[in-house]
């Protein structure tokens, strides 16, 4: 398993703006094999940001940079960067391998 995240600093009066662009886009995810999951987070407000993170869990990192090459990420981005800027700077990407998984135990109900 492959975890890539990307961290962005928006800007505080722009964070409507930037959820909006995620929430509403098509991501196209679902079409690239060894995809396993999308999560949008939403972290601490700083004075000049708040943080964001997308996370994405993937089969194997060669999944995640097939995904990158893809037509599906081309499609997916294609309207990046051509709005105003609602982050401090690029994203910071941050790539991990998995080596450990705990799930939460199943409840007898």
Not at 14 to 28: D, I, K, P
Not at 65 to 84: C, D, I, L, M, V
Request: net charge negative.
């Amino acid at each position: 398993m492959y975890v890539a995240c990307n961290r962005f600093r928006v800007i505080p009066d722009h964070t409507a703006e930037f959820e909006a662009m995620w929430l509403n886009r098509e991501s196209h995810l679902h079409e690239v094999d060894g995809f396993r999951t999308f999560h949008l987070l939403r972290g601490p407000a700083a004075e000049d940001h708040v943080l964001y993170s997308s996370f994405t869990l993937w089969a194997s990192r060669e999944a995640f940079e097939g995904w990158t090459r893809s037509e599906q990420f081309r499609r997916a981005h294609a309207g990046a960067g051509g709005s105003k800027p609602t982050t401090i700077g690029p994203p910071q990407f941050e790539g991990f391998e998995v080596l450990q998984t705990i799930g939460a135990a199943a409840t007898a109900g």
